[in-house]
């Protein structure tokens, strides 16, 4: 059990260790992921999302495969809303700053835009605020979705 900012009790599990820094991030019983702060505990929504980031440094491959173990190892239930961490992890990305949109790129699959996330993409790419690089991985992924979307 943790404390969240309202010095409320969460029964949780640490999941990720934020760059050995002794802070986590991690899940409820009911799924909700929080990451853990200098103030508590903070939910992804609330600011918490920031903390957790560091995620984007494993590749999406390693992070699945890291976290099937976890979930394993510490009995907790399969469905951890993951998808709902990804996304959420991968919109923060994008305004953050151009380091972390760049890892974020590289872990979003063209099946996971939806109309929104397309509108902030293209916002990127057009004030060039990212390098050249992201800009056209970005493009290229906005492009397969339209097409993956008309196929369909």
Request: zero cysteines; proline letters at 2%.
């Amino acid at each position: 059990m943790k404390k969240n900012k309202d010095r409320k009790h969460i029964e949780w599990t640490p999941i990720f260790d934020i760059k050995n820094s002794g802070y986590f991030a991690g899940v409820d019983n009911d799924g909700n992921w929080f990451a853990d702060t200098a103030e508590g505990l903070k939910p992804l929504d609330e600011g918490g999302g920031i903390g957790i980031l560091p995620i984007l440094e494993m590749t999406r491959a390693n992070f699945n495969s890291y976290i099937n173990h976890k979930i394993k190892s510490a009995d907790l239930k399969a469905d951890l809303k993951l998808s709902d961490l990804v996304n959420k992890i991968i919109r923060l990305s994008f305004g953050i700053s151009t380091y972390w949109a760049e890892l974020g790129i590289e872990w979003l699959d063209e099946n996971e835009i939806d109309n929104d996330l397309k509108s902030k993409l293209n916002y990127l790419i057009e004030n060039k605020k990212h390098s050249q690089n992201f800009r056209h991985k970005a493009y290229t992924k906005i492009k397969r979705y339209e097409r993956k979307r008309t196929n369909t």
